[in-house]
């Protein structure tokens, strides 16, 4: 019988926290060094004592790096995406990005290159990446799972709880400003939520002190390339995120 969402997720928990411990952080919160506490990705870690009285914020705390997780995560068999994948597809671009870009999963040339947003979908991120005035080499880019979901599927429930705490480990080593969330299952992954990713857009959430702007994923753009509604609201979510960075908005004029 496969494991079950908790039980997966009670075992990554566990090599996220021996790997915190590993990285030098201490001070865990005993609600977290129990296999029976939430996710990681839902539930804020506490300071340690020391640095709360200190007024350190999470980004103080001293971090993996990006290297040493990728280590940690070998030939990763831990779900059941393992058996179908071509490559593990970890992440690409700055390891000290102030924004990152995270989605749902590998697609078939992400699997084939095994790097994150090279099809496709990829052309229209980096368009977006274009148009806010950066390179895609400045910011960090990532999937909520790092093998392909057969024929391009949703991720399942024990597929994320199994990849859920590298995806923290990878945000807490970059520890960017920003995090934009492409599409849905990102946005429920980050923000604990089944809330709609229509609702959830144009707003900043929060995840671990860190600003969310949840939007659309560009596969969605590219399946509703022939109307321009959905492209103009992910450009208001990044004008948004640009003005957050304090960087300069680009003016764009929409055709009507």
Sequence with gaps: MAQSFKAVAASSLREYLLALQESGLDGLPESLASPAAHLAVQQPAALPAAAAEAGATPHDQKHESLEKIRKSLGDCQ??????????????????????????????????????????????????IITAMGLKREEVYICNVVKCRPPDNRDPEADEIAACAPFLLRQLQAVHPEVIVALGRFAAQTLL?????????????????????????????????????????????????????????????????
Excluded at 93 to 111: H, K, S, Y
Aim: proline fraction near 8%; charged fraction near 30%; glycine fraction near 12%.
């Design 78 to 127: 831990r779900c059941k995406l393992a058996k179908g994948r071509t490559n593990l597809v970890f992440g690409a671009g700055n390891p000290q990005a102030r924004l990152v870009f995270v989605g749902e999963g590998p697609g078939r040339d992400e699997d084939q290159q095994g790097e994150p947003f090279v099809g496709e979908a990829g052309q229209v991120l980096n368009r």
């Design 192 to 256: 604990g939520t089944k809330e709609a990713i229509s609702k959830l857009r144009g707003k900043f959430r929060d995840y671990h002190g860190v600003p969310v702007m949840p939007t659309y994923h560009p596969s969605y753009l590219l399946r509703n390339r022939a109307v321009s509604g959905p492209f103009w609201e992910v450009w208001e979510d990044m004008a948004q995120v640009l003005r957050l960075l304090k960087l300069p908005v680009p003016e764009k004029t929409r055709k009507r």
